[in-house]
C-alpha cells in the first residue's frame, strides 16, 4: 500500500506570538518551528500501517525551505521518501493554496492513501485535508480515531469522532484521504540510528506551479483586547454555584 | 577539518529534545525526592540509541564524534533532566575502544551500543587518595590467569546500574616503578558477577540524586583477559579518554546554563512585584544578561574543543577550559536563577533547587576547578610545577 502523509511545519508552541507587520500572519522570520501535531499523530498512523500492510510511506509537504526540517524529521521516525513543493509564497498560505499546491505534486503517485492531521495548530482551519480531497478526486473521512483496512486491501474501516463522546464507524473504498485526529496513537521517538538514515533518504524538491492560490486569504490577525471585568452572582448557593458554571460555559467558554 | 554537518546536529537537538519533553519537570523531581534512578529515561534514550553516539558503525554504533554527543547531552540537561544518570554509557566504552583487543571489542561494543550491556561505571577515585590518582591503593596482584583484586572506591556513580565497570588498580607497587605513573592498570569488570564474589557496593547519599556509591574489593578475581591495554600503562589510557569528557561535562553545564536563564528571563517577565515585572529592574536583568554572555562564550569554547578532538588535534588545553568556563557558567547561572525566583527558588515545585545542586556538582567532580586552573598554569602557560 502506498501512502502519503502531508505534513506541515507550524511555529512552536511556547514561542512568544506577536502578529507581523501585515498583520495577516505572525511574526516568524526568526521563530523556532515544530512537526504540526495532528500531522506527526497521522504520520504515526501511517508508519503502523506500513508495518501492518508493507508498502511505503511518502512524506509530502508544501512551504519555504525551512520546511525541510519537519520532513528530515518525518523521515527519520520511518517514512520512505518524500516530496517537497518549495515556495516562499507558501509559508503562512492558507488551505486551499497549500491543498492546490500539493495536489498538483501529489496527482501522479496515485497513493492508495493520504492522511493528513485534522487541523493545523497554527490556523486551525481544518481544510487542508478536504480541500486536498476533492482535488484529487479522493473520498475522505474526517476526525479519524481508528484506521482498519480490509484483509484483501479492497477498503476501510474508519472510526470518527462525533460530539459528546460520541462515534462513527464509516466503511469507504480506497483509495481515500483520512484526516486525523490528535492522540489515536502513540507517537515513536525518532532514533539516532533512523535519524542517520534519513540522510539518505529521497527529498524530491517541486517548484510550485503558477502563482500561490489566492481562494483564500487572511484579512487581519489581532490580539484579542484584555478586560478585567468583575461580576457578582448573586442567589443561593446552588443557584449561583449553577450560574456560574452556565457562565463559564457559554461566555468564558472555559468549560 | 570536517564541515560541521548542520542538518544533523538541528536534526539531533529537536530528535532529542522532543523525546525529553517527555520526561518533564515533575518526573525528575519524583525521582529526586525518592533518590530513585532514572530508569525509563535511560532505557528510551538508550533504545533510541543516542548513548551509542560515538561507537563506531561497525561496532553497533553511530560512528559520530564528540562535537554531536555533546548536542546530546546538552539537550537533555537543558530541558531540566539530568544527563549524569547515563553519560557515562557514551564515553566510558572510549578506552576499550582505543586501547582493547579486537576480540574485547566485538564481545563488548556491539552489545554497549545497543544497551544490552551497561558499561557505565568508572572506579577511579579512592577516599585516602582523592585527586592524586597515581597514589591510589586498590592493587591487582596477578596470580596465573587471574587477577586478584583489593581496596576500596569511592563516589563511583551509577555502579548499581551498570553492568560492567571499567576499574584503575595499581599493579606494580609504586615502590617498584620509576615514575608515579607506571604501573597502574585498567581493568573491565563484570560487575553482574562480581557482586557478592568479591565486590561490595554501597550507596551513598549525596547532596542531589547521583546514584552514586562506594566500592570494596575483597579478593575480587578478574580474569587476566579483561585487563584492557597493557600492564602498567592504565593511567595514560585514563588520560587520554579525559578530554571527551571534559567536552561532555561541558556541554552538560551549557545545557544547564541555558534552562537557568530561560527559566529566569520567563519568571523575571511574569511575576509582577511593585506594579512591574520584577525583569524591568535592571538589578534583575543585568545578572541574567551576564549569565547568558558567560554560557554563550563558555559554548564557543566547547565547540572549539570539540573541533579539534573530532579532527583528530590536541584539545587538552580547550577541553579544560571549555570545562572550566562551562562548570563556571551553568553554576553563575543556577545563582542568578535561584536569585530571579527568590524564596519560589527555594520551592521543589520550580525546580530551580534541584538543578542548582546538580550543576553545583560540576566545580568538583570529574576534576575540580582547581585541578584545571594547576594544568593550565603548568602545561599550558608553563608556570612551575606546585604538586
Ligand atoms: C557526586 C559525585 C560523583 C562522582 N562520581 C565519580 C565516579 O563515578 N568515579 C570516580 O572515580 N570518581 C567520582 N567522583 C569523585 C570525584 O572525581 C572527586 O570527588 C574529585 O576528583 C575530587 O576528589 P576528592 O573528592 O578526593 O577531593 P580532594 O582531592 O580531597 O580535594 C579537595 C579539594 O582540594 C582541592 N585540591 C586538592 N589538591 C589540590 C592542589 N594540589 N592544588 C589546589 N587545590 C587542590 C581540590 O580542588 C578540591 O577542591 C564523584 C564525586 C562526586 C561528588
Redesign the interface.
Known sequence: MKTAVCIKQVVTRDWPLRPAESATWVRDDDASF?MNEPDAYALEEALRLKERHGGEVVVCSAGPARI??VI??AL?RGADRAIHVESDALSAAGADAVAAALAAAMQDESFDLVLTGLQSDDQGFGQTGVVLAERLGLPHATIIMEVDIAADGAGLRVKRELESGWFQWVAMPLPALLTIQSGINQLR?????G??A??RKEIRTVPLDGVASQGQRILELYVPEKTSATRFIDGSAPEAARELVRLLREEARVL | MAVPDVELHQDLRSAVGELCRRFPDNYWRDLDRKEAYPDEFVQTLTEAGYLAALIPEQYGGSGLGITEAAIILEEVNRSGGNSAACHAQMYIMGTLLRHGSEAQKRAYLPRIASGELRLQAFGVTEPTTGTDTTQLQTMAVRNGDLYVVNGQKVWISRAEYSDLMLLIARTTPREEVAKKTDGLSVFLVDLRTAVGNGVTIRPLRAMMNHATTEVFFDNLEVPAENRIGEEGRGFRYLLDGLNAERILIAAECVGDGRWFIERAVKYANERVVFNRPIGKNQGVQFPIARAHVNVEAADLMRARAAELFDGGQPCGAEANMAKLLAADASWEAANVALQTFGGFGFAEDYDIERKFRETRLYQVAPISTNLILSYIAEHVLGLPRSF
Open positions: 515544530e525541510s526540517q528530515r524529521e527519520a521517538y525518532a532514533t539516532l540510528r535519524i542517520m534519513a540522510k
